[in-house]
Structures are given as C-alpha cells and as structure tokens.
C-alpha cells in the first residue's frame, strides 16, 4: 500500500487490512498492536480483522502535537 491517504477511485474505502493500517501510519505491525489498536475502532468479516480508516485518522487527530 501507498503510505499516502489510502482511496479507491474518487471514494476513500472504508475499511483497510492491519498491515495496511501499520503502513498509514508508519509503524510496524507489532507497535500498532501495541500501541494504536487498543485506542481505534476495528471489525471482523470472517477471519480478517480490519481498520476503520476513518478511526484511524481520529486517531492521529487525537494524538498530534501543538505547533
């Protein structure tokens, strides 16, 4: 995946893999874990466990530094 804003098309897709996820946002699978994926919204389809994209970006609002 492209590290840019994950889209398909003209739409955002709504959901994204973990690995995907990871690679939004610059860390390796095992930090994420650690780290990100207590605080976002996830969903199970079947034996995939996917990100909400939107919850994501949330997440990096709630967690950016004042300038």
């Known amino acids: ?3 840019s804003t994950p889209e398909v ?3 955002r897709p709504a ?6 996820a990871a ?8 930090t994420f874990y ?3 994926i207590p605080h ?3 969903v ?3 034996k995939r466990h996917l990100v909400l994209v939107e919850s994501l970006d949330r997440f990096i609002s709630a967690h950016r530094d004042a300038a």
């Open 15 to 20: 959901l994204t893999s973990i690995a995907d």
């Open 23 to 30: 690679a939004y946002l610059s860390l390796s699978r095992a």
């Open 40 to 42: 976002i919204e996830t």
């Open 34 to 36: 650690r780290d990100v």
């Open 9 to 11: 098309g003209t739409r």
């Open 1 to 3: 995946m492209d590290t």
């Open 44 to 46: 199970r389809i079947g």
